[in-house]
């Protein structure tokens, strides 16, 4: 299992729906722990260009 990305900064950004802590949706929040690792590895590739976004 991958380590959740989480930064206790728990905030929905609603323009992206996108966490504004760790840059994940709420589907993937909510789906983290079930998820095997590739998926994990996925979103946590997704996750630099995401938070980039909503630094902007």
Sequence with gaps: MI???CTQVCAIDAA???CRGC???LQEI???LAA???TQ???VARLPD???RLAQ
Aim: net charge positive.
């Design 3 to 5: 380590p959740s990305p």
């Design 50 to 52: 995401r938070l980039r």
């Design 36 to 38: 095997d690792d590739a």
């Design 30 to 32: 909510g789906d983290w």
């Design 23 to 25: 840059g994940r949706s």
């Design 16 to 18: 992206t729906g996108w």
């Design 41 to 43: 590895r996925a979103i």
